[in-house]
């Protein structure tokens, strides 16, 4: 997800990428890393904001939400 204006929002997900990268060749073979990295999710400081913009270029055409993230789960096995 990049395109004009969204420096943050790219950086802070690149940096989430990376750690998870750098965590996982750490952690390894012990620990398997992964992560969860939603494009835009719906809320309600989003209400308006772009909303055409931004859906234009979505694949899908629709935001995230809670109800796509609740089945994400953090699991240790030992």
């Not at 990049?2 to 690149?14: F, I, L, N, R, V």
């Not at 965590?23 to 835009?40: E, F, H, K, Q, T």
């Not at 989003?46 to 994400?72: D, K, S, V």
Request: proline share 4%; glycine share 10%; hydrophobic share 40%.
């Amino acid at each position: 997800m990049s395109g004009a204006d969204t420096e943050s929002y790219s950086a802070g997900k690149g940096g989430l990428l990376a750690l998870t990268h750098v965590l996982a060749v750490s952690l390894a073979p012990d620990v398997r890393v992964n992560c969860v990295s939603p494009g835009w999710i719906e809320t309600k400081d989003y209400a308006g904001l772009r909303a055409a913009r931004i859906m234009r270029n979505i694949p899908q055409a629709m935001w995230g939400g809670r109800r796509m993230l609740r089945n994400c789960r953090v699991a240790a096995r030992r």
